[in-house]
C-alpha cells in the first residue's frame, strides 16, 4: 500500500469515528430532549395542581384564623376540634401516621405514601388553625405536595427514581404555593432529605412547578410574601461580630426548639398512650396556658407577632411561649407543622437581641428567622434564598453569616426524624448520621 493510499484509508476512518461520534451525540441530545419534554409536561400539571391546592389551603387558613379571632367560642372548641382530627386518622386505618417524616423518607427508598395523606393533613390541619392550636403550614405543604408527587407517579406509571423526583416536585410546588417563596422552595425540596448531597435530578422540574405553582397562586389573588426591614447598618467588624454572637444564640435556641418538641411529644405519648385522651388533655393544657397570658398571640400562626417583630415590637418571652404552645400542640396530637412557629420564636428573639444590643432590631429579627430556620432544618441555602425572598437583597450579607454560624453550632439536632446527614458539619468527611432525637 503506497503512502496516497494510506492517506486516504486513515482520512476514512477519522471520518467514520467522526460520523459515529455526531450520530452519538444527536441520540443522546434527543433522549435528553425527551427527558425535558416529560418534565415539563409533568412539572407543569403538577404546579397548577399544587397552586390551585395550595390556595385553597391558604385560602381556608386564613378565613378559618379570621372567624376565630372574631369568636373566641371557638378556642372551645379545641377538644372537640382534637378528637376529629384523631377520629379521621383512626377511620382511615392512618393510625401510625408520620407525617413530614414519612414524606422525608420516601425520598430515599421505594416507600409510598398512602393516598389519604393529602385529605387528611389538608382537612386536619385547617381544623388545627380553626380552634387555635398553634402550628404552621410547611408540614400540610411538605405532605401535600409529597402524596400528589407520589400518588401522580403511580398513575403515569414512572420508574421508582422518577417517582421520587416528582415526589419533590410536589414538594416544591405545594412549598411554593403556600410560602410564596419559589426560589427557596425549589432547593428546599432538594436539600432536606439528605443534609450534605444535593438530589440535582430534580432542578429541572421543580424549578418549573414551583414557578407554576407561585404563578397560579398569584393570579388567584396570593401575592409574593415580603417584610420590610428597616436601619440595615453597614457590615463592620463590630456589626458582624454582632451578627457572629446571633447566629451562636439562634443555633442554642434552635437545639431548645427541638429538644423541647421531641421531648414533649414523648412525654404525652408515654403519659397518655390513648390518642383521644392525649388530644384531649393537650387542648385543656392549650387552653390554660391562654387564659394564664391572656393573649391570643400564641395561638394559630401568629403571623402578625412574627410582622411586629421584624417592624422592632416584641416581649422577651414571646420565644419561649411559643415555643412551649407549639410543643403542647404538636406533641398532642394536632396537626401543621413548626417551621412558622420556628419562625416566630427567631423573629421574636432576634427583636430583643436587637434592642439589647443596639443593633436594628428588624434586621436581627429577619436574620433570626432564617438563622433559626437553618437551625431547625439543616437547609442553610433554602435558609439563604428565604432571606432574598423575605428581605431583600440588602439584608443577605447580615443574614449569611447568621444562618451559617447556625448551620455549623446547630450540629446534628433537627425537626425531622428521618432527615439524614451525608456530610460531617464539623470536618470534610462523609459520614451516615441520623437526626438527634
Same mark, same amino acid.
Given at each position: 500500500?503506497?503512502?496516497?493510499?494510506?492517506?486516504?484509508?486513515?482520512?476514512? %476512518?477519522?471520518?467514520?469515528?467522526?460520523?459515529?461520534? $455526531?450520530?452519538?451525540?444527536?441520540?443522546?441530545?434527543?433522549?435528553?430532549?425527551?427527558?425535558?419534554?416529560?418534565?415539563?409536561?409533568?412539572?407543569?400539571?403538577?404546579?397548577?395542581?399544587?397552586?390551585?391546592?395550595?390556595?385553597?389551603?391558604?385560602?381556608?387558613?386564613?378565613?378559618?384564623?379570621?372567624?376565630?379571632?372574631?369568636?373566641?367560642?371557638?378556642?372551645?372548641?379545641?377538644?372537640?376540634?382534637? /378528637?376529629?382530627?384523631?377520629?379521621?386518622?383512626? /377511620?382511615?386505618?392512618?393510625?401510625?401516621?408520620?407525617?413530614?417524616?414519612?414524606?422525608?423518607?420516601?425520598?430515599?427508598?421505594?416507600?409510598?405514601?398512602?393516598?389519604?395523606?393529602?385529605?387528611?393533613?389538608?382537612?386536619?390541619?385547617?381544623?388545627?388553625?380553626?380552634?387555635?392550636?398553634?402550628?404552621?403550614?410547611?408540614? $400540610?405543604?411538605?405532605?401535600?405536595?409529597?402524596? *400528589?408527587?407520589?400518588?401522580?407517579?403511580?398513575?403515569?406509571?414512572?420508574?421508582?427514581?422518577? =417517582?421520587?423526583?416528582?415526589?419533590?416536585?410536589?414538594?416544591? #410546588? &405545594?412549598?411554593?404555593?403556600?410560602? =410564596?417563596?419559589? #426560589?427557596?422552595?425549589?432547593?428546599?425540596?432538594?436539600?432536606?432529605?439528605?443534609?450534605?448531597?444535593?438530589?440535582?435530578?430534580?432542578?429541572?422540574?421543580?424549578?418549573?412547578?414551583?414557578?407554576? &405553582?407561585?404563578? /397560579?397562586?398569584?393570579?388567584?389573588?396570593?401575592?409574593?410574601?415580603?417584610?420590610?426591614?428597616?436601619?440595615?447598618?453597614?457590615?463592620?467588624?463590630?456589626?458582624?461580630? %454582632?451578627?457572629?454572637?446571633?447566629?451562636?444564640?439562634?443555633?442554642?435556641?434552635?437545639?431548645?426548639?427541638?429538644?423541647?418538641?421531641? =421531648?414533649?411529644?414523648?412525654?404525652?405519648?408515654?403519659?397518655?398512650?390513648?390518642?383521644?385522651?392525649?388530644?384531649?388533655?393537650?387542648?385543656?393544657?392549650? *387552653?390554660?396556658?391562654?387564659?394564664?397570658?391572656?393573649?391570643? #398571640?400564641?395561638?394559630?400562626?401568629?403571623?402578625?407577632?412574627?410582622?411586629?417583630?421584624?417592624?422592632?415590637?416584641?416581649?422577651?418571652?414571646?420565644?419561649?411561649?411559643?415555643?412551649?404552645?407549639?410543643?403542647?400542640?404538636?406533641?398532642?396530637?394536632?396537626?401543621?407543622?413548626?417551621?412558622?412557629?420556628?419562625?416566630?420564636?427567631?423573629?421574636?428573639?432576634?427583636?430583643? +437581641?436587637?434592642?439589647?444590643?443596639?443593633?436594628?432590631?428588624?434586621?436581627?429579627?429577619?436574620? #433570626?428567622?432564617? $438563622?433559626?430556620?437553618?437551625?431547625?432544618?439543616?437547609?442553610?441555602?433554602?435558609?439563604?434564598?428565604?432571606?432574598?425572598?423575605? +428581605?431583600?437583597?440588602?439584608?443577605?450579607?447580615?443574614?449569611?453569616? $447568621?444562618?451559617?454560624?447556625?448551620?455549623?453550632?446547630?450540629?446534628?439536632?433537627?425537626?425531622?426524624?428521618?432527615?439524614?446527614?451525608?456530610?460531617?458539619?464539623?470536618?470534610?468527611?462523609?459520614?451516615?448520621?441520623?437526626?438527634?432525637?
Amino acid at each position: 500500500m503506497n503512502i496516497f493510499s494510506k492517506l486516504r484509508h486513515k482520512s476514512a %476512518k477519522q471520518f467514520y469515528r467522526v460520523r459515529g461520534q $455526531a450520530l452519538h451525540w444527536a441520540i443522546h441530545s434527543l433522549l435528553h430532549f425527551r427527558l425535558l419534554l416529560r418534565w415539563v409536561v409533568l412539572s407543569v400539571i403538577m404546579g397548577v395542581l399544587l397552586g390551585l391546592v395550595g390556595a385553597a389551603f391558604v385560602f381556608c387558613i386564613a378565613a378559618g384564623t379570621a372567624y376565630r379571632q372574631e369568636h373566641w367560642w371557638c378556642y372551645l372548641l379545641m377538644p372537640l376540634g382534637g /378528637v376529629l382530627i384523631v377520629w379521621l386518622y383512626r /377511620v382511615t386505618n392512618d393510625r401510625h401516621d408520620k407525617g413530614t417524616n414519612m414524606v422525608i423518607a420516601s425520598l430515599r427508598s421505594e416507600a409510598h405514601l398512602p393516598v389519604q395523606m393529602s385529605p387528611l393533613i389538608f382537612i386536619s390541619a385547617i381544623i388545627t388553625h380553626f380552634v387555635g392550636g398553634s402550628a404552621g403550614r410547611e408540614g $400540610a405543604a411538605l405532605q401535600l405536595g409529597g402524596s *400528589l408527587g407520589d400518588l401522580f407517579g403511580g398513575m403515569t406509571h414512572l420508574r421508582e427514581k422518577d =417517582r421520587r423526583t416528582l415526589i419533590m416536585t410536589g414538594m416544591s #410546588a &405545594a412549598f411554593s404555593a403556600i410560602f =410564596r417563596t419559589p #426560589a427557596a422552595a425549589v432547593v428546599f425540596a432538594m436539600e432536606v432529605g439528605c443534609v450534605g448531597t444535593m438530589q440535582y435530578a430534580g432542578l429541572v422540574p421543580c424549578v418549573i412547578s414551583s414557578l407554576t &405553582a407561585s404563578y /397560579v397562586a398569584d393570579k388567584l389573588g396570593f401575592p409574593l410574601a415580603h417584610y420590610d426591614v428597616q436601619g440595615i447598618p453597614a457590615l463592620t467588624p463590630v456589626t458582624g461580630l %454582632k451578627g457572629l454572637l446571633l447566629g451562636i444564640c439562634c443555633a442554642a435556641i434552635s437545639i431548645f426548639f427541638c429538644i423541647v418538641l421531641h =421531648r414533649t411529644e414523648h412525654c404525652m405519648k408515654h403519659r397518655f398512650p390513648n390518642p383521644y385522651l392525649r388530644i384531649i388533655a393537650a387542648s385543656i393544657l392549650l *387552653l390554660l396556658l391562654g387564659l394564664l397570658c391572656r393573649t391570643e #398571640a400564641y395561638f394559630g400562626i401568629g403571623a402578625e407577632s412574627i410582622v411586629n417583630a421584624v417592624a422592632g415590637q416584641a416581649v422577651w418571652y414571646a420565644f419561649l411561649l411559643k415555643t412551649l404552645f407549639t410543643a403542647v400542640t404538636i406533641g398532642g396530637g394536632f396537626k401543621g407543622g413548626e417551621i412558622v412557629p420556628s419562625f416566630f420564636v427567631g423573629a421574636t428573639f432576634g427583636c430583643v +437581641f436587637g434592642q439589647v444590643l443596639g443593633i436594628s432590631p428588624s434586621l436581627c429579627a429577619a436574620a #433570626a428567622m432564617v $438563622a433559626l430556620f437553618c437551625g431547625v432544618t439543616n437547609c442553610p441555602l433554602a435558609s439563604l434564598l428565604i432571606a432574598a425572598e423575605l +428581605f431583600g437583597m440588602e439584608s443577605v450579607p447580615f443574614c449569611l453569616l $447568621a444562618v451559617a454560624v447556625s448551620y455549623l453550632l446547630s450540629g446534628y439536632f433537627g425537626l425531622y426524624r428521618e432527615q439524614r446527614f451525608y456530610s460531617s458539619k464539623f470536618t470534610d468527611e462523609h459520614i451516615r448520621h441520623g437526626t438527634r432525637k
